[in-house]
């Protein structure tokens, strides 16, 4: 068997949470392979809307086996949150959830240094989530921080004590106030809560579930264009957000990749700080915002909005190897008499590029667009057969600019409303 990878190919924010939620039925195993609470995926089905940050998607199938893999970065504080609002849909979550030892803990002061390199950066902001998430990279990064498995050593609160007073160094250098004594509470009560959870040596599980014939699905978090190496540096996340960063995250060799599954919007979205070649900053853009509902599911932050950029949405693939694509949030583009598609970059020197500038962050990209007539119609409860030529004329035009299949297409956020689709280039 293969491990099957799902991703996103924007900015983030692409609906990888449904994906799962629907693709969750032909797994037995679900793995998340990177990043960590700043990570939003909503699942909507049966008139529940639920929010997952660290735990896989999977969590509302029984059936389906969820490990959080040691690509992963997690606040114990977070999770024991997640947890106990997971309690009242009766899940039987201490079975189905499987965390690596080698996992990278967030600790308190990683969120307290996260907030002080924020402000230190002034109108250069990343448009951090303020979780907590790059402190901890650094500390793996730098051989100093501490993984899951290190709770269960005897000696853990020396090495928590001995991180922290590295911490407070750096803090004591910045103006921010806080109560340790109730974060190390909180931090501390969390930690026992997760020993009760099964703490396993992920890269030996997964590998031993492919021995066995087991289907696996891999969860990547944020977007591709937000990867630590070929996103839009400095404004990215700290993790290989990328196809490869399955195989470092969980511990596969590259060889068991099988499907790629690539998440986009049929339009595009970006939170925070970055280029942002085909944002609107106009009545469009506020249009695109209220129809889509674009506020982070994280931060509650309003997303900036803009058209469909090809040139990036070929770069993801192409760094991805992705086989198929699912295309997102159509319906959020009915209430649009035409829409543009960026095919390509002007650049600052007259130069036409389809490629993503090394200078991308000081590059001034116009985009060129291509347009296409609306649909006009709502699209919720269609079936393929159902949907308008508009539509479908979009779709084929999206496929043989990207070369890749789309496979399915969201109508709206509930996993019913959902299209399946055989396409002619496949």
Known sequence: MKVDVLLGLQWGDEGKGKIVDVLAPKYDVVARFQGGPNAGHTLEFDGIKHVLHQIPSGIFRPKTKNIIGNGVVLDPIVFKTEIEKLSKYNLDVKSNLFISKKATLIIPTHRLLDQAYELAKG???????LKGIGPSYQDKIGRQGLRIGDILSSDFSGRFKKLTDIHFEILNKHNISFNWQELEKSFLDAVSFLKEFKLVDSEYFVNNELKKGSTILAEGAQGSLLDIDFGSYPFVTSS?????????????????????YGIFKAYSTRVGSGPFPTEL????????????????????????????????????????????????????????????????????????????????????????YSALKGWNIPLTGLSEKQMPPELLDYIFFLEQELAVPITLISTGPDRSQTIHRVSKIA
């Open 123 to 129: 109108e250069n902001k990343i448009g951090s989530t």
């Open 240 to 260: 290989n957000t990328v196809t490869a960063g399955a195989c470092t995250g969980l511990g596969v060799a590259p060889h068991h990749i099988g499907e790629v």
């Open 281 to 368: 900053l106009n009545e469009e853009g506020e249009r695109l915002r209220k129809e889509g509902n674009e506020f982070g599911s994280t931060t509650g932050r309003p997303r900036r909005c803009g058209w469909i950029d090809l040139p990036s949405l070929k770069y993801s693939i192409m760094i991805n190897g992705v086989t198929q694509l699912l295309m997102m949030k159509a319906d959020v583009l009915s209430i649009f008499p035409e829409i543009k598609v960026c095919t390509h970059y002007e650049l600052s020197n007259g130069k036409i590029s389809e490629e993503i500038p090394y200078e991308v962050v000081n590059e001034k990209i116009k985009p060129v």
